[in-house]
């Protein structure tokens, strides 16, 4: 039984950091892609990054030049640190996993991750 288990989130203010950290357990393959998602109220959930077994990584434009994703292979988790924390960044954050390596133009997609956390929720007050 594969499971995600994230950690990390809180309440933080504008231009904070924070690190959000997801272990994954019963995964028996390697080469599967990890990526983080966000969910506000209301919304959808929305790609924020990804890293595939290479460690290539991806993201939302809304995030790049202020959140990092990276994994430990060997440890089975995956990270993202996020600096310059924003009001718009607060959201629920879930954590997921491919069955196996996926192609670039999919890592956005939420239909292509097998597996999920339960989520961390992170909230950035003004």
């Known amino acids: 039984q594969v499971q995600l288990v994230e950690s990390g989130g809180g309440l933080v203010q504008a231009g904070d950091s924070l690190r959000l950290a997801c272990a994954a357990s019963?995964?028996?393959?390697?080469?599967?892609?990890m990526g983080w998602f966000r969910q506000a109220p209301g919304s959808e959930r929305d790609f924020v990054a990804s890293?595939?077994?290479?460690?290539?990584?991806y993201y939302a434009d809304s995030v790049k030049g202020r959140f990092t994703i990276s994994r430990d292979n060997a440890k089975n988790t995956v990270y993202l640190q996020m600096n310059g924390l924003k009001p718009e960044d607060s959201a629920v954050y879930y954590c997921?996993?491919?069955?196996?390596?996926?192609?670039?133009?999919?890592?956005?997609?939420?239909?292509?991750?097998?597996?999920w956390g339960q989520g961390t929720r992170v909230a950035v007050s003004s």
């Open positions: 890293i595939r077994w290479t460690g290539t990584t």
């Open positions: 019963g995964l028996t393959s390697t080469g599967y892609a």
């Open positions: 997921a996993a491919t069955k196996t390596d996926i192609l670039p133009i999919l890592v956005r997609s939420v239909s292509k991750y097998a597996y």
